[in-house]
């Protein structure tokens, strides 16, 4: 069965930090680029890290710079949030792509393998 699991989601208080991981089955995770996304209520979908498949492309939306960081097993990715504020407070999802595999692809239309999503609660 193709699936990507998410797990690591939870309330954790302002300065605090939380480790997303996301398990891939059933498809070839080494071929696919892959990518964390979120959505606040009443907000878009935003993509806030990506990783291209060999790993020497990445990006980070400007407001997670220097507190996320992306990364992947052969198996797993992961996305470590450290120094976490209200405003992270979101639906966080993971993401793979192969189309466009070797960058890191900003659209989210690129990616057609998603997780079920992990809620992440940033309040005191």
């Known amino acids: 069965q193709v699936q990507l699991v998410e797990s690591g989601g939870g309330l954790v208080q302002p300065g605090g930090s939380l480790r997303l991981s996301c398990a891939a089955s059933?498809?070839?995770?080494?071929?696919?680029?892959i990518a964390w996304f979120r959505q606040a209520p009443g907000k878009e979908r935003e993509q806030i890290s990506c990783?291209?498949?060999?790993?020497?492309s990445t990006f980070y939306l400007d407001s997670v710079k220097g507190r996320f960081t992306i990364s992947r097993d052969h198996t797993k990715m992961y996305l470590q949030m450290n120094s976490l504020r209200p405003e992270d407070t979101a639906a966080y999802y993971c993401a793979a792509d192969k189309k466009v595999a070797t960058i890191c692809a900003r659209n989210e239309e690129f990616y057609d393998r998603w997780g079920q999503g992990t809620q992440v609660t940033v309040s005191s």
């Open positions: 059933g498809f070839a995770f080494d071929a696919y680029a």
């Open positions: 990783m291209s498949m060999s790993e020497d």
